[in-house]
């Protein structure tokens, strides 16, 4: 398949059933993370598979799961981050948003549904699963087959601003 009907028919799934998600499959999803590029190839990610019903039900407590029965806990490692010396804005968030963006492309290409979350408590998280300090947890990705399917990859055509009012050649104005 090629990249923009992948990209195109990436959506976000808010129901899932109870089919597992393989082995295989999973290790499919983390080898994407693995590859996505970082900033100076730094390499902040740090994640937490969940899968045992009883940690689910800890992430529960922190946002809700969409009753998805495998969790990615995407963190970043504060300590050896890349800040830009000229507003002090760090690169993790932009980092872990571009791992999460490749493992949910290849999730879709495998036919697993996925939506990634930042709204959520990170105290609960960070105290559920013993995270220390300089890791943050940053999002949040469900991952599982969807209930009532995919949404149509024609949808963009309708719910998507039209290029011209996002994009700007030369100048903002």
């Known amino acids: 398949m090629n ?3 992948l990209a195109k028919q990436r959506c976000t799934t808010r129901g899932f059933n109870e089919q597992k998600i393989s082995d295989a499959d999973l ?3 983390l080898c994407a993370g693995r590859v996505a590029p970082t900033a100076c190839n730094k390499q902040p990610q740090r994640i937490v598979v969940v899968r045992r019903e009883e940690n689910i039900a800890k992430i529960r407590k922190a946002y809700q ?3 998805s029965s495998c969790v990615l806990i995407v963190c970043r490692d504060r300590r050896n981050e890349l800040i830009r010396p000229y507003d002090k804005k760090c690169s993790g968030d932009l980092d872990i948003g571009i791992i999460c963006d490749h493992m949910m492309l290849e999730a879709r290409e495998l036919n697993i549904g996925s939506v990634m979350v930042g709204l959520f ?3 609960i998280i960070r105290e ?3 995270i220390p300090e300089y890791i943050e947890p940053t999002a949040l990705l ?3 087959y969807p209930n009532n399917g995919f949404l149509s990859p024609e ?3 309708t719910a998507r601003k039209p290029l ?5 050649y030369e100048t903002y104005i």
């Open 3 to 5: 990249f923009l009907t």
């Open 27 to 29: 290790g499919q999803i």
């Open 65 to 67: 799961t969409f009753g």
């Open 121 to 123: 408590d990170p105290a």
């Open 128 to 130: 559920g699963f013993n």
């Open 142 to 144: 469900f991952l599982g």
């Open 155 to 157: 949808r963009h055509e």
């Open 164 to 168: 011209n009012e996002t994009v700007f």
